[in-house]
């Protein structure tokens, strides 16, 4: 990242070699991102720090919120994605929605990583008391006396100083246990050449009615929803700041930088115009937490979105206890952010 930003510098670069730097400064700090939060995941996990949020979904609504949103890491056209999800009615399961997100993108995502052509399939049927997930792929496989390798921490089969793929091979030891935590099995079925099935289960919860779905996929928002819209971004990291300014300058939106809680709250009492508040939970002078309260006794009705680095469960419940509409975790993405204000901006 560092090397790469600094050859962007030059002046005499072409347009060509200047976008070929920023895609790959873009790929490692995604990477980058990823491999953090899988050791402050770990960390978590490992000292019994993990929080969960634990609520009844839906299991055929919770697929789909994960479908419409899903960010599969399969760029090669000779892969294909199939989802084989039968339709399983009146059943709910007791779970995090947002770990049970990570414990299929995970799985996902490595499926799509070791798979050079062939396909990738989510799959879920019914067994008795439990609901039964795989994903299945047509890659390279595991060897049998390295199938339970697969799940100890920083490890692949292949973990020599010349392996070919990618990683930190923490994923599928943060899935199993995450897995685990509900009270689910997981277990892999493999032929080394031939691809690789991993099966997990969860228990579930018989409804006598049938639930709504409480989860919509989200659709693309036009861009006019948000022209001549305030919002008030209360921020102290500045390139933080700058990154959502520029964000909403596409939209057409105007813009108001508070620094901290207190100048948050001066905004609101000045009776200014905000038609929303992106709300940091971590500054200085006054925190995200005691402005969103202080707010809400001047104002119930204005939507604010909670942001922060900290993508724990608990987290999320503070926020929303402190009286936010919604949460997000940085670092923030473009698209994530607009289907999530559109929910509160007509």
């Not at 919120?65 to 599969?72: A, G, R, Y």
């Not at 685990?180 to 050449?193: A, D, N, P, T």
Request: glycine share 4%.
């Amino acid at each position: 990242i560092l090397g790469f930003l600094e050859l962007a510098d030059d002046e005499d670069l072409t347009e060509e070699d200047r976008k070929m730097y920023f895609e790959v400064i873009s790929k490692s700090s995604n990477r980058l991102t990823n491999t953090i939060d899988d050791i402050i995941f770990v960390s978590s996990i490992d000292s019994n720090a993990l929080e969960s949020m634990e609520e009844k979904f839906d299991i055929n609504a919770l697929l789909d919120d994960f479908l419409s949103s899903v960010s599969l890491v399969n760029k090669n056209p000779l892969t294909e994605f199939i989802c084989n999800k039968s339709q399983i009615n009146n059943i709910s399961i007791q779970i995090d929605k947002n770990i049970f997100r990570q414990i299929l993108q995970k799985l996902l995502d490595n499926a799509f990583k070791f798979t050079e052509k062939g396909y990738v399939e989510l799959g879920v049927q019914l067994n008795e008391n439990d609901l039964v997930f795989s994903v299945s792929d047509t890659g390279i496989g595991v060897a049998k006396k390295n199938q339970q390798v697969i799940f100890d921490k920083f490890r692949q089969e292949d973990f020599g100083f010349s392996r070919s793929y990618e990683g930190s091979g923490l994923g599928l030891y943060i899935v199993k246990k995450l897995v685990e935590r509900f009270q689910g099995k997981i277990w892999l079925e493999s032929e080394q050449g031939k691809g690789s099935v991993i099966y997990f289960t969860f228990p579930v919860i018989r409804e006598k009615e049938e639930i709504p779905a409480e989860l919509q996929a989200n659709e693309r928002i036009p861009k006019p929803f948000l022209a001549g819209k305030t919002i008030l971004i209360t921020e102290d990291e500045i390139s933080n700041f700058i990154y959502l300014e520029a964000v909403f300058n596409k939209y057409n939106s105007n813009v108001i930088h508070a620094k901290n809680g207190k100048e948050a709250i001066d905004v609101i009492r000045s009776g200014m115009q905000v038609d929303l508040i992106l709300m940091d939970l971590k500054m200085p002078i006054m925190d995200g937490f005691v402005a969103t309260r202080e707010i809400r006794k001047l104002n119930s009705a204005l939507p604010i979105i909670a942001q922060t680095a900290f993508a724990l469960s608990k987290e999320k419940e503070n926020a929303m206890d402190a009286g936010c509409n919604d949460y997000l975790t940085k670092p923030i993405r473009m698209n994530e952010l607009i289907n999530c204000i559109s929910q509160y901006i007509k």
